[in-house]
């Protein structure tokens, strides 16, 4: 009887232990998207939020991002993709570190993910408070990011998503150094998901920065599947652009697997969702 109660209480353990393992090394497959939403003006007419705000909506419904980065977005834009239900978001208002000015936020589907840390940064020689840096004339601007627990799978992962400055050169050069001493400080030797509108063409500087420090991989450039959609990702409205101008971009750290990478060329009676297109990977780590 004992020796039945211990082979028992083995096999119990064995198959606990299985089950563990498996539940380790299931894979988080995943919907990573940027999107800049384009600031809500009044001078923008047609093209205002009150007008492109649905179509905002069933784009990210019918793709089905899981998480995604925005930039330009003011909290009433952000309130306006909350609609959807199934989504939430971390980041702040890079005029005041709270809701005031445009975010960079991660907007998340809060039923799959869980955020374990966040913060932000603002791209300037005193990075913890907001600000102008170096030799930006417009704008502060900032960098959200997140350490996330992704329910499904177990996977943990850090999400980071910025907007580079589009007149300064030097901040731009600095914003590069910056993010990736960031990264490395916070998310150490975990998965990395940065998104952004980086304001610079893969050739330029702040690009050529990134690729050089190796942490990060450009997903245009490791897609699995050839790219779909345009190079360019900006086209201000209009549907005669050269649409050749990358510079929305999605990085990954090693270990992630870029499935596919698309540039979503998408608008509705010659109307645009936002005055850049989304991009959004399928990966999987």
Same mark, same amino acid.
């Given at each position: 009887?004992?020796?039945?109660?211990?082979?028992?209480?083995?096999?119990?353990?064995?198959?606990?232990? /299985?089950?563990?393992?498996?539940?380790?090394?299931k894979?988080?497959?995943?919907?990573v998207?940027t999107?800049?939403?384009?600031?809500?003006?009044?001078?923008?007419?047609?093209?205002?939020?009150?007008?492109? =705000?649905?179509?905002?909506?069933?784009?990210?419904?019918?793709?089905?991002?899981?998480?995604?980065?925005?930039?330009?977005?003011f909290?009433h834009q952000?309130?306006?993709?909350?609609?959807?239900?199934?989504?939430?978001?971390?980041?702040?208002?890079?005029?005041?570190?709270?809701?005031?000015?445009e975010?960079?936020?991660?907007?998340?589907? =809060?039923?799959?993910?869980?955020?374990?840390?966040?913060?932000?940064?603002?791209?300037?020689?005193?990075?913890?408070?907001?600000?102008?840096?170096?030799?930006?004339?417009?704008?502060?601007?900032?960098?959200?990011?997140?350490?996330?627990?992704?329910?499904?799978?177990?996977?943990?992962?850090?999400?980071?998503?910025?907007?580079?400055?589009?007149?300064?050169? /030097?901040?731009?050069?600095?914003?590069?150094?910056?993010?990736?001493e960031?990264?490395?400080?916070?998310?150490?030797?975990?998965?990395?998901?940065?998104?952004?509108?980086?304001?610079?063409?893969p050739?330029?500087?702040?690009?050529?920065?990134?690729?050089?420090?190796? =942490?990060?991989?450009?997903s245009?450039?490791?897609?699995?599947?050839?790219?779909?959609?345009?190079?360019?990702?900006?086209?201000?409205?209009?549907?005669?652009?050269?649409?050749?101008?990358?510079?929305?971009?999605?990085?990954?750290?090693?270990?992630?697997? /870029?499935?596919?990478?698309?540039?979503l060329?998408?608008?509705?009676?010659?109307?645009?969702?936002s005055?850049?297109?989304? /991009?959004?990977?399928?990966?999987?780590?």
């Open positions: 009887m004992k020796r039945i109660f211990l082979f028992l209480i083995t096999m119990v353990m064995t198959a606990t232990t /299985v089950f563990v393992q498996a539940k380790k090394s894979e988080c497959r995943i919907n998207a999107f800049n939403l384009r600031l809500d003006t009044p001078v923008d007419s047609l093209n205002s939020w009150s007008h492109r =705000k649905e179509r905002v909506k069933s784009l990210i419904r019918f793709h089905n991002f899981d998480i995604f980065g925005t930039q330009e977005g909290k952000l309130d306006g993709i909350l609609e959807l239900g199934n989504y939430a978001y971390t980041g702040a208002g890079r005029d005041d570190g709270e809701e005031a000015g975010h960079s936020a991660i907007i998340y589907k =809060k039923d799959r993910f869980e955020v374990l840390q966040s913060g932000n940064f603002w791209y300037s020689e005193t990075p913890d408070v907001p600000g102008k840096g170096w030799d930006a004339r417009c704008c502060n601007r900032i960098c959200s990011w997140a350490k996330f627990k992704d329910k499904e799978s177990g996977k943990k992962f850090f999400f980071f998503n910025s907007h580079y400055d589009h007149e300064g050169v /030097v901040a731009r050069r600095n914003s590069s150094i910056l993010l990736m960031t990264i490395k400080k916070l998310a150490a030797k975990e998965p990395v998901f940065c998104t952004g509108d980086f304001n610079a063409t050739e330029q500087e702040p690009i050529q920065l990134i690729y050089d420090d190796g =942490k990060l991989r450009d245009y450039l490791i897609s699995k599947q050839p790219p779909y959609g345009t190079t360019g990702t900006f086209h201000a409205y209009n549907l005669h652009s050269p649409m050749s101008a990358r510079i929305d971009y999605i990085w990954v750290s090693d270990g992630i697997t /870029v499935e596919k990478y698309g540039t060329n998408e608008q509705q009676y010659g109307r645009f969702p005055d850049h297109f989304p /991009v959004m990977i399928e990966a999987r780590f």
